[in-house]
């Protein structure tokens, strides 16, 4: 289901966050607190930055995309490595999570889709460099990986983690039934307890575990390099549905075919034409 001729700032609460400028001073306000909360927490959520209406075709959208997910199962470290023991006491590193999660690639999302329009539009690219304190941000220019969903069907989960990139940009648009809970421990990678805490944790500790709320229209910028984080498994017929946005500080960055191969079974776009500039 698409909204024809519904702009993205249509879509955005604007009142509330007033990201395409407005009243002088507000969206520069706003900057600054998000800048202050992402140096703190290592992340910056938006509720409510999705008007309830709006909601509904986007979530309508991201169900009628699901088909097209392609599902990893695997085993993984909270390096995302293979567990090859690196001979530390707390041996992080064989201590295996799982992780299963569908993803709807870049190629199989319409480009007139409102999910689609998000993504290019400039206001909210610029703004999101703006609170990660970057001069330019480029959309990334993999036909797989610029613009996904995460699906999290019954069953799904994404195990303990750091992240490979240094941020990423997510919207909730459907929770599931039961579970599919976003937890995180903020900012310890490079810490002198790093690996101390990572251990505890894998082992059911819940010491500075955090649970956000990131509840329907959501927006997360979120810094998964230095914070541990997961997604619980899932329980219940309804997917989770989360799109991904991806950017990067430098034009024409996309993902590796290996990559493509493992989070979407392929390395081949689907289709010519979309626009990932």
């Not at 993803?103 to 703004?127: A, C, G, H, M």
Request: glycine content about 10%; proline content about 6%.
């Amino acid at each position: 289901m698409r909204i024809a001729n519904t702009r993205p700032e249509q879509t955005v609460n604007l009142k509330q966050y007033p990201i395409a400028g407005g009243e002088p001073g507000l969206r520069q306000e706003l900057i600054a607190a998000c800048q202050k909360m992402y140096a703190r927490s290592g992340l910056c959520e938006f509720p409510d930055f999705i008007l309830p209406g709006a909601l509904d075709e986007l979530a309508a959208e991201a169900n009628s995309f699901s088909r097209h997910a392609y599902f990893c199962n695997r085993s993984h470290n909270a390096y995302l490595g293979h567990g090859k023991p690196s001979g530390d006491s707390s041996q992080v590193e064989t201590k295996m999570q799982a992780t299963f999660v569908g993803s709807v690639p870049y190629d199989r999302i319409e480009p007139d889709s409102l999910i689609n329009r998000l993504y290019q539009w400039d206001t909210l690219k610029d703004f999101i460099a703006a609170v990660l304190g970057r001069q330019t941000l480029y959309r990334f220019c993999d036909p797989f990986g610029a613009c996904s969903i995460n699906v999290f069907v019954d069953g799904g989960e994404h195990g303990w983690h750091f992240d490979e990139s240094e941020f990423t940009i997510t919207l909730m648009l459907q929770p599931p039934e039961a579970g599919g809970e976003f937890e995180y421990v903020a900012k310890i990678r490079g810490s002198d307890n790093e690996r101390h805490i990572v251990a505890d944790i894998l082992d059911g500790g819940r010491e500075d575990v955090v649970k956000l709320a990131f509840t329907p229209g959501t927006l997360l910028i979120f810094g998964g390099r230095e914070t541990l984080h997961r997604v619980t498994k899932v329980h219940g017929t309804r997917p989770r549905l989360v799109p991904v946005f991806c950017y990067s500080e430098q034009p024409g960055m996309e993902n590796s075919e290996s990559v493509r191969k493992l989070f979407w079974g392929r390395s081949n776009p689907h289709k010519a034409g979309v626009n990932y500039e």
